[in-house]
């Protein structure tokens, strides 16, 4: 039996990447976990796919479609959860929209405009809308918690500007959140992966010749997100920033290849 055996979690954007892992994660450790996002089916990016794999891991994957750059979806999609269920115990924002083409560098002016609304209006405002519609199904729950994927890009220049002003924007949304959250009992935590081996990135690194080795998996970032949620003292950490790598150490977790990298990413990023 799992840490988290009968809590209710909802991952945003959980067809690939982080969420997916994050997902399979919390399903380890017994969860029942709802997963968003637009792909659907049986192929290996889709919240259906997820779905299967959380139920495969011990827990149980519920797949439900959703926009998340769609208010009117993401109102419905909880309005389906709390028929569903009476409360939430556990929300991690995640959903993110990579733009196409990606923004790897270069000048802002070399952008479209779309790209802003791609990596804020989506990684930064649809948590928020999230959270709001979630609000009611977690004051229900009695051990809640809020987990908002976040990047180091928030404090260090990472691929464009609006990727840096949505990262950090949702580190100061979580940090504000967790104040008027507190008197609720509900802890909101930031977690920062470190450089991480999704599917986007595997396809990227055939291109460019990047060296993958001591990237983390999205299963590891995952299981340093249920590690956080099994704490019995997980408000200590309210409001503040978590990094994936010391939390892999504290709670000496390894990824589904019976590994982790050594590299410490908080020091390159602050160098």
């Known amino acids: 039996m799992g840490n988290l055996q009968g809590k209710i979690a909802v991952v945003t954007g959980a067809s690939r990447g982080i969420g997916k892992g994050v997902a399979i994660a919390l399903g380890e450790q017994g969860a029942t976990v709802y997963v968003t996002g637009r792909s659907t089916g049986d192929g290996e990016r889709t919240i259906d796919t997820t779905a299967r794999l959380?139920?495969?891991?011990?827990?149980?994957?519920?797949?439900?479609?959703?926009?998340?750059?769609?208010?009117?979806?993401?109102?419905a999609l909880f309005a389906r959860i709390g028929e569903e269920v009476d409360h939430i115990d556990i929300?991690?924002?995640n959903v993110y929209k990579i733009p196409n083409p990606p923004a790897w560098g270069g000048g802002y002016w070399?952008?479209?405009?779309?790209?802003?609304?791609?990596?804020?209006?989506?990684?930064?405002?649809?948590?928020?809308?999230?959270s709001w519609h979630a609000a009611k199904l977690m004051f229900a729950s009695p051990s809640a918690a809020m987990m908002n994927i976040s990047s180091p890009g928030?404090?260090?220049?990472?691929?464009?500007?609006?990727?840096?002003?949505?990262?950090?924007?949702?580190?100061?949304?979580?940090?504000?959140?967790?104040?008027?959250?507190?008197?609720?009992?509900?802890?909101?935590?930031?977690?920062?992966?470190?450089?991480?081996?999704?599917?986007?990135?595997?396809?990227?690194?055939?291109?460019?010749?990047?060296?993958?080795s001591q990237s983390q998996t999205p299963l590891l970032v995952g299981r340093a997100v249920a590690a956080l949620l099994a704490t019995d003292?997980?408000?200590?950490?309210?409001?503040?920033?978590?990094?994936?790598?010391?939390?892999?150490?504290?709670?000496?977790?390894?990824?589904?290849?019976?590994?982790?990298?050594?590299?410490?990413y908080a020091d390159r990023a602050h160098q």
């Open 54 to 75: 959380v139920t495969e891991a011990g827990g149980e994957g519920r797949a439900i479609q959703c926009d998340h750059g769609d208010d009117s979806q993401i109102e």
């Open 91 to 93: 929300l991690v924002n």
């Open 110 to 130: 070399d952008h479209p405009i779309q790209v802003w609304d791609d990596q804020v209006g989506i990684g930064l405002r649809a948590h928020y809308v999230a």
């Open 154 to 212: 928030g404090q260090s220049y990472h691929f464009s500007c609006s990727y840096g002003a949505g990262k950090a924007g949702l580190d100061r949304l979580t940090a504000d959140m967790a104040v008027e959250l507190e008197p609720k009992g509900i802890p909101a935590v930031v977690i920062y992966p470190g450089s991480v081996a999704t599917e986007f990135i595997q396809d990227a690194a055939q291109e460019r010749e990047m060296d993958l």
């Open 233 to 264: 003292n997980l408000m200590e950490r309210t409001g503040t920033i978590q990094w994936v790598e010391d939390v892999i150490d504290e709670f000496d977790l390894y990824d589904e290849n019976g590994s982790r990298p050594t590299v410490r």
